[in-house]
T-cell receptor
Framework: EPEVTQTPSHQVTQMGQEVILRCVPI?????FYWYRQILGQKVEFLVS????????KSEIFDDQFSVERPDGSNFTLKIRSTKLEDSAMYFC????????????FGPGTRLTVT | AQSVTQLGSHVSVSEGALVLLRCNYS??????LFWYVQYPNQGLQLLLK??????LVKGINGFEAEFKKSETSFHLTKPSAHMSDAAEYFC??????????FGAGTILRVKS
């Protein structure tokens, strides 16, 4: 069964460093998303991406964040200068054109900023 | 705007007993509603979805949920709990664009 994959599973970085979280969505999906879950809090929407551009973003997704689909398979989230409060589990999700509301999630990347 | 409230951050049931996890939503547009399950150290797995067809929705692993517009509820049930059902369950709503708005989650514990 096709699934969303994410790498790395755990990333530790120092405050102020740049990180790139990688995702490989399900191959025939055209909508891509990033969510995050700070420990003990709700899963929060960050951004959605379709047709090579951001279709929606939350107020969390400020100028420190960017997303890219560098090739036909990867979808990345870059945090330009990490802060302590960026420590969270980051989930990538994807959905198909015909059922765009039905999102399939990856296993997540746990980001720890020290 | 959409929001979700899950009543009970922790629910404990005995093996074989009924599972009832509560979810109430708020939406300014007709909603799509979802239940996801998260096992320890794993991602979010879609259990079931409501997309304005049948109000009683059946999902994987014997779970089902009923959409009740008058009560703005989408509670998750399973007639007989199994040890393998122990996990965290999230209710989510979508309706204004594709983004999902999640509830805070309910941790289900199953006692032997």
């Amino acid at each position: 069964e096709p699934e969303v994959t994410q790498t790395p599973s755990h990333q530790v970085t120092q405050m102020g460093q740049e990180v790139i979280l990688r995702c490989v969505p399900i191959s025939n999906h055209l909508y891509f998303y990033w969510y995050r879950q700070i420990l003990g809090q709700k899963v929060e929407f960050l951004v959605s991406f379709y047709n090579n551009e951001i279709s929606e973003k939350s107020e969390i997704f400020d100028d420190q964040f960017s997303v890219e689909r560098p090739d036909g398979s990867n979808f990345t989230l870059k945090i330009r200068s990490t802060k302590l409060e960026d420590s969270a589990m980051y989930f990538c999700a994807s959905s198909a054109l015909t059922s765009s509301y039905e999102q399939y999630f990856g296993p997540g990347t746990r980001l720890t900023v020290t | 705007a959409q929001s979700v409230t899950q009543l009970g951050s922790h629910v404990s049931v005995s093996e074989g007993a009924l599972v009832l996890l509560r979810c109430n939503y708020s939406s300014s547009v007709p909603p799509y509603l979802f239940w996801y399950v998260q096992y320890p150290n794993q991602g979010l797995q879609l259990l079931l979805k409501y997309t304005s067809a049948a109000t009683l929705v059946k999902g994987i692993n014997g779970f089902e949920a009923e959409f009740k517009k008058s009560e703005t509820s989408f509670h998750l049930t399973k007639p007989s709990a199994h040890m393998s059902d122990a996990a965290e369950y999230f209710c989510a709503v979508s309706g204004d664009g594709n983004k999902l708005v999640f509830g805070a989650g309910t941790i289900l514990r199953v006692k032997s």
